[in-house]
């Protein structure tokens, strides 16, 4: 099994800044891509940016230029910084992952979500 283990979430004003963390754990032998999606209420969950074992990265047009993805491959972890955050960044942020274990069989896991809610 795979565990996600999601930080950083909170409050923040808008114009503010917050930075995410995800670390993965368990039986993992290769990480792939790392993703951060996020769902607001009574809107389906939504891509907001990626990363691949190479570095390669995509962003939702809703967040360039303002939100940054990166990892670090030697902890399994990836984060997300955001600035210049708006009160429509409003959601629940999922950290999700997909690699092999050490049977390499492909896993693909779940975060259990941090509330982010850019309000004045």
């Known amino acids: 099994q795979v565990q996600l283990v999601e930080s950083g979430g909170g409050l923040v004003q808008p114009g503010g800044s917050l930075r995410l963390s995800c670390a993965a754990s368990g039986n993992i032998f290769s990480i792939y891509t790392m993703s951060w999606y996020r769902q607001a209420p009574g809107k389906q969950r939504e891509l907001v940016a990626a990363?691949?074992?190479?570095?390669?990265?995509n962003y939702a047009d809703s967040v360039k230029g303002r939100f940054t993805i990166s990892r670090d491959n030697a902890k399994n972890t990836v984060y997300l910084q955001m600035t210049s955050l708006k009160p429509e960044d409003t959601a629940v942020y999922y950290c999700?992952?997909?690699?092999?274990?050490?049977?390499?069989?492909?896993?693909?896991?779940w975060g259990q979500g941090t509330q982010v809610t850019v309000s004045s």
């Open positions: 990363i691949t074992s190479g570095g390669n990265t």
């Open positions: 999700y992952t997909q690699g092999s274990d050490y049977a390499r069989r492909d896993f693909g896991s």
